[in-house]
């Protein structure tokens, strides 16, 4: 399959070379190079994808693919047919994000303490409390409206974005053009492409019922959008306009993005009544009796009696109504590190499905906490 791969891709590329002009029609699969039909002979440098917000000229509105979504897009949602093509005329492919799409070959171990030490780290816990005062009353409100603590928020945003300093500089509808159709060869294409399709059509509701130019958005590589990352869909279903401007926008109101990660937890599942720690260090027995609490899917399911029976223990005693779920972390060659864990980091995990992301959002949010007390 590895193998096969980047040949069939390869292959692809070969033939569809100048049928892309000659035969619009041809459902592509793959972006036409205008103008340029020249093949290629030797495989490129190894380079790693520069981020590319300039993009490649192609006629997307030739596309059969989309015109089939801009005529979804008349007939479901009303849009103006000449307006959409003019607008669509304007859309870039980006390689660059085809590129990065594309699952990571295999490399290194996971390793927490690696991943940890680049999040949690003295650039960000200052800009994190400088966050903090700036918005203080604000997160003080998003906390008790929605019961995330300003912590959890401050630890989020400082880990997606920086606090906005890093918020992707691709164009969201060039991101996701591409990627809604010209997805690369992966195994779980069709359903990609779908869900691109489908926040591509959320980008053009959002951007028609806020009155933003499509084109202004910018976000990351799959067009996750402003300090929170949140995707068009998302900004549509969980955005809070917490500034009470009239709009929602994640990419210039620290109040919006602040009351929409708030909302966002709130709604998978942040549970107010668990005050931390949302994460406690555990051992093991040697037994591995505990190994098929592991996996258990992103909840917390475990008493800790049945913890305690598969052989997790704590240096802390649990309280006996609360439920947790068995967490590893891994260290690379380094033994892997054990914690339980309550439903609000599960809640976490909603946000991006990964252990180390929810743990790194505690820290983060700990560390510029104790910064700001200290
Ligand atoms: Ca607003």
């Avoid at 000449?82 to 799409?101: D, P």
């Avoid at 475990?302 to 967490?327: I, N």
């Avoid at 054990?338 to 252990?355: E, G, H």
Wanted: charged share 20%.
């Amino acid at each position: 399959m590895k193998l096969l791969a980047p040949l069939c891709l390869a292959l692809f590329v070969i033939s569809t070379i100048g049928e892309a002009q000659a035969a619009p029609k041809h459902k592509p699969a793959h972006a036409p190079k205008a103008g340029k039909a020249k093949p290629r002979k030797a495989a490129p440098p190894p380079r790693k994808p520069a981020i590319d917000v300039e993009g490649e000229q192609v006629n997307f509105n030739e596309w059969q693919a989309v015109r089939e979504f801009e005529d979804d897009m008349v007939a479901k949602h009303g849009f103006d047919r000449a307006a959409l093509e003019g607008l669509v005329g304007q859309v870039r492919y980006v390689e660059s994000a085809v590129n990065l799409i594309k699952p990571a070959p295999p490399g290194k171990p996971k390793n927490w303490q690696a991943y940890r030490a680049r999040f949690i780290e003295p650039i960000r816990i200052r800009a994190g409390v400088r966050f903090w005062d700036e918005n203080a009353a604000t997160l003080a409100r998003a906390e008790s409206q929605y019961g995330v603590p300003a912590e959890i928020i401050v630890g989020l945003l400082g880990i997606e974005t920086l606090y906005g300093r890093d918020t992707g500089r691709f164009r969201v509808l060039d991101a996701l053009t591409t990627l809604a159709f010209a997805y690369p060869e992966t195994p779980n294409r069709a359903d990609r492409m779908a869900f691109f399709r489908s926040e591509l059509e959320n980008t053009l509701l959002l951007a028609r019922d806020t009155g933003i130019d499509p084109l202004t958005l910018t976000g990351s590589f799959a067009g996750a959008v402003g300090m929170t990352q949140f995707m068009p869909g998302n900004i549509l279903k969980y955005g809070v306009d917490f500034d009470g401007d009239g709009r929602i926008d994640l990419s210039n109101s620290a109040a919006d993005a602040i009351g929409s990660v708030a909302n966002y937890l709130s709604r998978f599942g942040w549970n107010r009544k668990l005050a931390g720690p949302w994460a406690i260090p555990a051992e093991v027995s040697p037994s591995r009796a505990w190994e098929g609490l592991l996996g258990g899917g992103l909840s917390a399911r475990y008493r800790p009696d049945e913890l305690q029976a598969a052989g997790v223990t704590t240096q802390v005693t649990l309280p006996s109504d609360r439920l947790y779920g068995l967490v590893d972390l891994q260290n690379g060659a380094e033994p892997t590190e054990y914690w339980v864990a309550d439903d609000n980091f599960f809640a976490i995990t909603n946000y991006n499905r990964s252990y180390f992301y929810a743990m790194s959002v505690i820290d983060l949010g700990q560390a510029i906490k104790l910064s700001r007390g200290a």
